[in-house]
């Protein structure tokens, strides 16, 4: 006697669309692409503010989840609340995928913010930068600019500073938009004498044609001129943002002398990024599991990143080193761009659909 086959009901047809669709959705977020957008001008105006785009998994390999268990399609909270959306019962130890690629130097990587403790690694804010130094690297910043291993760094295309504008009457909006320049990159003096703006160089060339602009200077901070904020925290390496190092960036098997030089240039990075469970910085010396460590060889590779936006941007000058662990993926394409200081159609950028990231 034959039976016939029960067909699902409409909704239960959806339910099983819906599950898949999350399924595939989640497969691909994690081993191939996973969208990005830029929030801030730290990259600018190599990457916008509005811009969107791609990152890819595939180049580097994609990482196997220290924390599983995770609600589907999150990252941190839970879609509109300020629940959770994974649990840390469970952390996995770091794994790789292999890859096509290292990340090479100048590469626009995202990754996840390294000081962020209160998150497993995984999960801590996704930030995009350029990769201007690779393990091993020697890096220096000289009045503003980089120098890797002795020699000057190539400049990405549109790399942004802070310059000082000096202009014979008040300036509008739409004058600084005939420059290419939005409300959030430039601000009024507070004595009414002029305008920080940020900009490229050939910005700066284009405004100083100007008549009613009497002058521009770049901001650029003194060598010698200690900036607390400035990595590693206390140092008093008189190092400022446009002053930095020399710096050596750790390397997986790269074995150094604890001396206090290195205790103060390295212990913050082997403290909170090389997985002892027990670290102790005391008077100049690095003590793990209360034993003092006369020499310590690194577990994994770090990278030193920069905004292109060199006067804007909270980066490694600031907070040090990205380890590879904490690296997401290659920001590879654009797929939308969108100016909130537009409207309409105008709202689109449509010159930087589908243009690759370099």
Not at 241 to 251: R, S, T, V, Y
Not at 266 to 292: A, C, P, S
Request: aromatic residues 14%; proline residues 6%.
């Amino acid at each position: 006697m034959s039976q016939t086959k029960k067909t699902k009901s409409a909704t239960r047809e959806w339910l099983d669309a819906l599950v898949f669709a999350v399924v595939a959705a989640s497969l691909i977020r994690w081993l191939l692409l996973e969208p990005f957008t830029i929030p801030t001008a730290s990259m600018e105006k190599s990457l916008l503010v509005g811009d969107f785009l791609f990152v890819s998994k595939m180049h580097y390999g994609t990482r196997i989840p220290k924390t599983p268990l995770q609600v589907p399609l999150t990252h941190q909270k839970i879609w509109g609340t300020e629940l959770s959306s994974y649990s840390d019962a469970i952390q996995l130890p770091y794994y790789r995928l292999p890859g096509f690629s290292d990340v090479e130097r100048n590469d626009v990587v995202v990754f996840n913010y390294p000081v962020e403790f209160q998150f497993p690694s995984d999960l801590k804010t996704n930030y995009i930068k350029r990769a201007v130094g690779i393990p091993g690297d020697i890096l220096e910043v000289k009045q503003g600019e980089l120098i890797v291993n002795g020699e000057p760094a190539p400049k990405p295309e549109e790399m942004q500073y802070s310059y000082d504008l000096i202009s014979n009457r008040p300036l509008t909006v739409d004058f600084f938009a005939d420059y290419g320049i939005n409300p959030e990159s430039f601000m009024a003096f507070t004595n009414g004498a002029g305008y920080l703006v940020f900009g490229t160089d050939e910005m700066m060339e284009r405004l100083k044609s100007s008549p009613v602009v009497v002058s521009i200077t770049k901001r650029i901070e003194s060598p010698g001129e200690n900036d607390s904020r400035i990595f590693p925290n206390g140092s008093n390496y008189g190092w400022n943002a446009d002053n930095f190092g020399p710096l050596q960036i750790p390397a997986k098997d790269w074995t150094i002398e604890m001396t206090a030089d290195n205790v103060m240039r390295y212990g913050f990075t082997i403290e909170k990024y090389e997985g002892h469970k027990q670290v102790e910085i005391r008077n100049g010396e690095l003590l793990i599991d209360g034993k003092k460590i006369d020499q310590y060889t690194f577990k994994q590779n770090y990278y030193f990143m920069m905004g292109d936006n060199r006067h804007d941007s909270l980066d490694s000058r600031f907070w040090g080193f990205v380890p590879e662990d904490h690296i997401v993926g290659k920001a590879w394409f654009l797929w939308l761009s969108l100016d909130k200081y537009e409207s309409m159609f105008n709202k689109i950028r449509w010159n930087r659909f589908f243009k690759g990231i370099d």
